[in-house]
């Protein structure tokens, strides 16, 4: 089954960017949907973003619509998400999850789709 390892989170400044990595190993990545959650201190996790196996379709929350961007490299087995003109209500624990449920052209916005997680990577925004 696919492991899943996040990179790229940080302590930026309100209005920054950065870009978050989710390296997958033990399948290929293209039979998977792929997502982004993330999970703010004493919250509930929240979908931020989804893409489909061929990376042809994608979904954002509107909290980071226009300002995120999730994409994947198939060939590299890596998803990313692109997160600019961060805000402090951005920071969270950021989660990288793979689905096969209806296949990998089927786009996911709640967890319990997902069967497998990473361990997440932390991202705070200082305003």
């Known amino acids: 089954q696919v492991q899943l390892v996040e990179s790229g989170g940080g302590l930026v400044q309100a209005g920054d960017s950065l870009r978050l990595s989710c390296a997958a190993s033990g399948d290929t990545l293209s039979r998977y949907t792929m997502g982004w959650f993330r999970q703010a201190p004493g919250k509930d996790r929240d979908f931020v973003a989804t893409?489909?196996?061929?990376?042809?379709?994608?979904y954002y929350a509107n909290s980071v619509k226009g300002r995120f961007t999730i994409s994947r490299d198939n060939a590299k087995n890596t998803v990313y998400l692109q997160m600019n003109s961060l805000k402090s209500e951005d920071t969270a624990a950021y989660y990288c999850?793979?689905?096969?449920?209806?296949?990998?052209?089927?786009?996911?916005?709640?967890?319990?789709?997902?069967?497998?997680w990473g361990q997440g990577t932390q991202v705070t925004v200082s305003s």
């Open positions: 893409i489909t196996g061929s990376g042809s379709r994608t």
């Open positions: 999850a793979a689905s096969t449920r209806y296949g990998s052209e089927f786009l996911h916005l709640s967890q319990k789709d997902y069967e497998h």
